[in-house]
């Protein structure tokens, strides 16, 4: 028989986070630290009025593109939280999560050959897609001294002229990481010099801790026009399986992914859309209060790595820790292994957001303090027998 698969599809590695969870589903005691979801239920507000559609009969299509007064309350949320204006009509897609407007976008901008520049460690789902919108992924390897920001230097000796976009994966999934304005402004001038545009997800947005608030890219002289910038409600409102996301952009680049997304999935869930109106007119003080949440988490277990003298950078973005494990002699999947195996700890290796993430492992610390603490306890413990 003829081989039915895509040789593409098959080259393409499946995501490296998913296997620890599988194990820990099954095993007894164990605390996972590897989930990238919030643990917080969605706010009630927020369930209410996704229960109400449904009991008004709301379980129709909704414009392609999106609900006219979802699109209006994002145009107003981006307007006062970014300083940013979109037009409602033209300029933003809802999608089914952000997952799906990181897609299309691709899709919509790349011609065979266009090389795609991807910031690692980062997402994994960047290189894949690129890959799907038969673009060229071009690894830019952070540095941990660098706090895993993108630098100038870094960006400018990384294109060449092929190079059409850039992923701006902040703040970062795994490593917390974000961009402060100042970095920003070093890019963006590399961004203009050389005709790119910006693929800015910016899901963790509401997720930025200390004395800096979120600057999107996009806020910039001259980068409106040349940036899309990717957004949700599953991080910052506890809604993964709303499924429903958003992009915001120039009218040019937004019709094409919109027919893309009128094709392939015609609208995002509609009762997913009535509960994200609610999240976006009501929903600041509920972001607030698990932001502060996770920043108790976030202030803990730095002290703790610090405590027990593991090696991690301060993030302030997100809700991960990327600690340094290069002290034990072993890769990051050797570690996470034996840790799950020894304490019933599970952790993603560094190496699953790219190879970059040798040495590390991302920890997240969407769990509750009490998990915390004692998934803590376990991995001083195991630590401590390696070091003897």
Same mark, same amino acid.
């Given at each position: 028989m003829?081989?039915?698969l895509?040789k !593409?599809?098959v080259?393409?590695e499946?995501?490296?986070?998913r296997?620890?969870?599988?194990?820990?589903?099954?095993m007894?005691?164990?605390?996972?630290?590897?989930?990238?979801?919030?643990?917080?239920?969605t706010?009630?507000?927020?369930?209410?009025?996704?229960?109400?559609?449904?009991?008004?009969?709301?379980?129709f299509? !909704?414009?392609?593109?999106?609900?006219k007064?979802?699109?209006?309350?994002i145009?107003?949320?981006?307007?006062?939280r970014?300083?940013?204006?979109?037009?409602?009509d033209?300029?933003?897609?809802?999608?089914v999560g952000?997952? &799906?407007?990181?897609?299309i976008?691709?899709? $919509?901008m790349?011609?065979p050959?266009?090389?795609?520049?991807?910031p690692?460690p980062s #997402?994994v789902? %960047?290189?894949?897609c690129? !890959?799907?919108a038969?673009?060229?992924?071009?690894?830019?390897?952070?540095?941990? &001294?660098?706090?895993?920001?993108?630098?100038?230097? &870094?960006?400018?000796?990384?294109?060449?002229?092929?190079?059409?976009?850039l992923?701006?994966?902040?703040?970062?999934?795994?490593?917390?990481?974000?961009?402060?304005?100042?970095?920003l402004?070093?890019? $963006?001038e590399?961004?203009?010099r050389?005709?790119?545009y910006?693929?800015?997800?910016?899901i963790?947005?509401?997720l930025?801790y200390?004395?800096t608030?979120?600057?999107?890219? @996009?806020?910039?002289?001259?980068m409106?026009?040349r940036?899309?910038?990717?957004?949700g409600f599953?991080?910052?409102?506890?809604?993964?399986?709303?499924?429903?996301?958003? @992009?915001?952009?120039?009218r040019?680049?937004?019709?094409?992914? #919109?027919?893309?997304?009128q094709f $392939?999935?015609?609208?995002?869930?509609?009762?997913s859309? %009535?509960?994200?109106v609610? @999240?976006m007119?009501?929903?600041?003080?509920d972001?607030?209060?698990?932001r /502060? /949440?996770?920043?108790?988490?976030?202030?803990?277990?730095?002290y703790r790595?610090?405590?027990?003298?593991?090696?991690?950078?301060e993030?302030y973005?997100a809700?991960y820790? #990327?600690?340094?494990?290069?002290?034990?002699?072993?890769?990051s999947?050797e570690?996470?292994?034996?840790?799950?195996?020894?304490?019933?700890? $599970?952790?993603?290796?560094?190496?699953? #957001?790219?190879a970059?993430?040798e040495?590390?492992?991302?920890?997240s610390y969407?769990?509750?303090?009490?998990?915390l603490k004692?998934?803590?306890?376990r991995?001083?413990?195991?630590i401590g027998?390696?070091?003897?």
């Open positions: 003829r081989n039915p895509s !593409t599809i080259e393409i499946p995501s490296g986070i296997k620890f969870f599988d194990i820990v589903n099954e007894q005691e164990a605390i996972s630290l590897g989930v990238g979801e919030p643990d917080f239920d706010p009630w507000h927020i369930r209410d009025e996704g229960i109400y559609s449904l009991e008004k009969g709301r379980t299509y !909704t414009s392609n593109a999106g609900l007064e979802l699109k209006t309350e145009a107003k949320y981006m307007n006062r970014f300083d940013l204006t979109y037009d409602p033209h300029e933003i897609l809802v999608t952000g997952s &799906e407007a990181i897609d976008a691709m899709r $919509a790349l011609d050959g266009d090389e795609v520049l991807i690692q #997402f789902c %960047y290189p894949p690129a !890959t799907l038969n673009g060229v992924p071009v690894i830019i390897e952070l540095k941990a &001294e660098n706090e895993f920001r993108l630098t100038a230097k &870094e960006l400018e000796a990384a294109v060449t002229p092929k190079t059409k976009l992923v701006l994966p902040f703040p970062n999934n795994p490593t917390g990481s974000i961009m402060e304005r100042g970095d402004e070093e890019i $963006a590399v961004i203009i050389h005709d790119l910006v693929l800015s997800d910016e963790y947005s509401e930025t200390g004395d608030s979120h600057v999107s890219i @996009a806020s910039l002289p001259g409106r026009e940036t899309i910038v990717i957004n599953s991080k910052a409102y506890a809604m993964t399986g709303w499924r429903l996301g958003y @992009a915001c952009g120039p040019l680049i937004l019709e094409q992914m #919109f027919k893309i997304h $392939a999935i015609m609208c995002a869930p509609t009762t859309q %009535y509960a994200a609610e @999240a007119k009501n929903g600041d003080e972001v607030a209060r698990m /502060e /949440e996770y920043d108790g988490r976030r202030r803990y277990l730095l790595f610090r405590e027990m003298g593991m090696e991690c950078f993030p973005g809700f820790m #990327f600690p340094c494990i290069r002290e034990f002699g072993m890769t999947e570690f996470a292994e034996r840790l799950l195996e020894s304490e019933k700890v $599970a952790v993603v290796p560094g190496t699953a #957001f790219g970059c993430g040495g590390f492992v991302r920890i969407a769990s509750s303090l009490e998990n004692e998934a803590l306890e991995i001083e413990h195991f027998k390696l070091r003897k």
